[in-house]
């Protein structure tokens, strides 16, 4: 599925839009990271909680839990907020 | 006959009981490390003339920049953001470029139902001893204590101390801390064990291990804390700053939130060595430098901690202070500095030596600016303006 990928993170994907796989929010993120290693931390911290300013939704809608189950034809987001000096 | 190998300051240096001819380094950088990025400023042997290269990681906070004084070719960078999750960079050309750590400093998963810990960034960087080429040691915000083994791309944690319930009890939880959070600084590794650490803790105090950090115990005797607190609480004290002089590695300075302290081992009781500066200065301030060679030298940058505590040059006149004597006596240094409406800011990362001899002094400022002294702080001129607000510098 597409995954759009905020501009602060494309250093990573060289790109603002990435395909991925996974049957849940979890796993793709996983396969995001396996593609384009470190990401995954820099979004998700080691208890596995969406860090703060970080946003992601799917087909629009705002999610927050990883484990959301996902379909090949959802559209992922993710955004970041930018925001302080 | 040689004395005691010293790592230091970036090049090794041998100590005779014969004169030692004074020295300038070959080369000397300046590691700058700001809220919007980092930058190395690379000088001449004579340290008169400066090159500014950078930005490197443009719009991060670049928390500490240190390279590498065993093999002066790893640099170590620590970034994070205002929005993203922390990492450490590696440079192998230095700053040319860089490569992510593999596994950055993390916290273990914890047990499900229970409240995680998460490294919000790593504030402190310290190369190993020089008999462990590779080791690293790194201390995060919230408190948490890492070790590199391979040149800081992968790290774990040091669960003696990250682990430990009574450690965890007085480490506390982020309100506990600075604004910006608690941080785990001054890890120092004694250069004849390498086993023998310290470290210091905002809001947590210094603790020492022997056993290289499986096991460790608070060194806070003769520390003073806030009015009105029990001296005798661990989570009570708050050390801005502790160095270990390299060349009489059973002393240890340290400014502290309450004052500047010396400490003699085996002795554990810190001597309040501040009360012997101006009155009408004190003894507050975040960094404290020590010479690289002397045991007897420090230096401290005193800051304005009246009423709501400004942190500022006192009455905007900023100023060095230097012991020659172990503390027992202070003489100011401020020739070249502006000498009113200055009103520095500098960070406990942000005041460093070199090994030169004589030794040079270096401060950044919160406004951007870096002064300069090639003389152990008779005179002091800028050598570098406009940049963000820094963090932390290094001399290597």
């Known amino acids: ?85 | 006959m040689h004395r005691q190998l010293v790592v230091n300051g970036g090049y090794v240096a041998t100590q005779t009981r014969a004169k030692r001819a004074g020295r300038k380094p070959a080369r000397i950088v300046i590691l700058v490390g700001t809220r919007k990025g980092a930058w190395l400023l690379h000088g001449d042997a004579a340290r008169r003339r400066w090159r500014l290269d950078g930005p490197h990681f443009l719009g991060q906070i670049v928390h500490h920049l240190v390279l590498d004084p065993r093999d002066r070719i790893t640099l170590l960078a620590s970034t994070s953001t205002g929005h993203l999750g922390p990492t450490l960079f590696r440079s192998l050309d230095l700053g040319h470029t860089w490569v992510e750590a593999r596994h950055p400093p993390a916290f273990p998963k914890a047990p499900d139902g229970q409240p995680g810990r998460a490294v919000n960034h790593t504030f402190w960087l310290a190369p190993g001893h020089a008999g462990e080429t590779g080791t690293w040691y790194a201390g995060t915000s919230p408190h948490g204590l890492f070790r590199s083994e391979d040149g800081g791309d992968r790290w774990e944690p040091c669960a003696g101390l990250n682990d430990n319930p009574q450690y965890r009890e007085w480490m506390g939880g982020p309100q506990d801390g600075t604004p910006d959070g608690p941080k785990l600084h001054s890890v120092l590794i004694d250069s004849r064990d390498a086993r023998h650490l310290y470290i210091g803790m905002s809001s947590g105090g210094v603790h020492e291990s022997v056993d290289g950090g499986r096991n460790w115990a608070p060194l806070i005797e003769g520390l003073e804390v806030v009015q009105g607190l029990d001296a005798s609480e661990v989570r009570f004290h708050d050390p801005h700053c502790v160095r270990l002089c390299p060349t009489r590695p059973d002393r240890l300075y340290q400014q502290n939130h309450c004052g500047i302290y010396r400490l003699d081992r085996p002795a554990r009781r810190w001597t309040r060595i501040g009360r012997n500066m101006p009155p009408e200065v004190g003894d507050i301030g975040f960094p404290m430098v020590v010479h690289p060679r002397d045991p007897e030298t420090a230096w401290v940058f005193p800051m304005d901690g009246s009423t709501v505590w400004p942190r500022v040059a006192i009455g905007g006149r900023p100023a060095a202070y230097v012991t020659r004597d172990g503390g027992e006596t202070w003489e100011r240094q401020d020739r070249g500095m502006p000498d009113s409406q200055a009103w520095w800011t500098v960070k406990r990362q942000a005041m460093c030596a070199d090994a030169g001899d004589p030794v040079g002094l270096y401060v950044g400022t919160t406004s951007g600016e870096i002064w300069a002294s090639r003389d152990e702080g008779a005179a002091w001129s800028c050598i570098a303006r406009h940049l963000p607000e820094i963090y932390a510098i290094e001399a290597a």
């Open chain 1, 1 to 85: 599925m597409k995954v759009r990928i905020p501009r602060p993170r494309q250093s990573y994907t060289r790109s603002p839009e990435v395909n991925a796989r996974g049957a849940t929010l979890a796993e793709l993120l996983r396969d995001l990271d396996r593609q384009f290693p470190g990401l995954r931390f820099r979004m998700i911290d080691e208890q596995e909680r969406l860090r703060p300013h970080m946003r992601i939704f799917v087909n629009g809608e705002q999610v927050r839990a990883l484990d959301r189950a996902l379909r090949p034809s959802d559209r992922v987001q993710i955004i970041q907020a930018l925001s302080g000096g």
